[in-house]
């Protein structure tokens, strides 16, 4: 079992700036593939980043390259979310999780990838 906690969500203006922090406890959460993925009100979980085990490789939607970075820290067992330039929509519940495949270089992009989730920390960006 792996848990996971989010934090770092809240209220900002367009053009702001957040840092989104996601705690693994559990299982070796060192030794897999995280990500985060976003879902607005009415609509589909969809992907925004991942990062591999080790931090080599990363990944990101179209919508938020140049704009959010991912990043982790093994020793911590946690991965950020830098989001920069936000925009109204942006503004969803954001929520990372865990890929536990054996692949050293996973960068998943698709929820069915993803074994163990997070409960979501809400981001609203005003316009």
């Known amino acids: 079992q792996v848990q996971l906690v989010e934090s770092g969500g809240g209220l900002v203006p367009a053009g702001g700036s957040l840092r989104l922090s996601c705690a693994a406890s559990?299982?070796?959460?060192?030794?897999?593939?995280m990500g985060w993925f976003r879902q607005a009100p009415g609509k589909e979980r969809t992907f925004v980043s991942s990062?591999?085990?080790?931090?080599?490789?990363?990944n990101y939607a179209d919508s938020v390259k140049g704009r959010f970075t991912i990043s982790r820290d093994n020793a911590k067992n946690t991965v950020y979310l830098q989001m920069i330039s936000l925009k109204a929509e942006d503004t969803a519940v954001y929520y990372c999780?865990?890929?536990?495949?054996?692949?050293?270089?996973?960068?998943?992009?698709?929820?069915?990838?993803?074994?163990?989730w997070g409960q979501g920390t809400q981001v609203t960006v005003s316009s």
């Open positions: 999780a865990v890929d536990t495949s054996i692949n050293v270089n996973s960068v998943p992009a698709t929820p069915d990838a993803y074994n163990y």
């Open positions: 559990g299982r070796t959460s060192s030794a897999f593939a």
């Open positions: 990062i591999s085990r080790s931090g080599r490789y990363t």
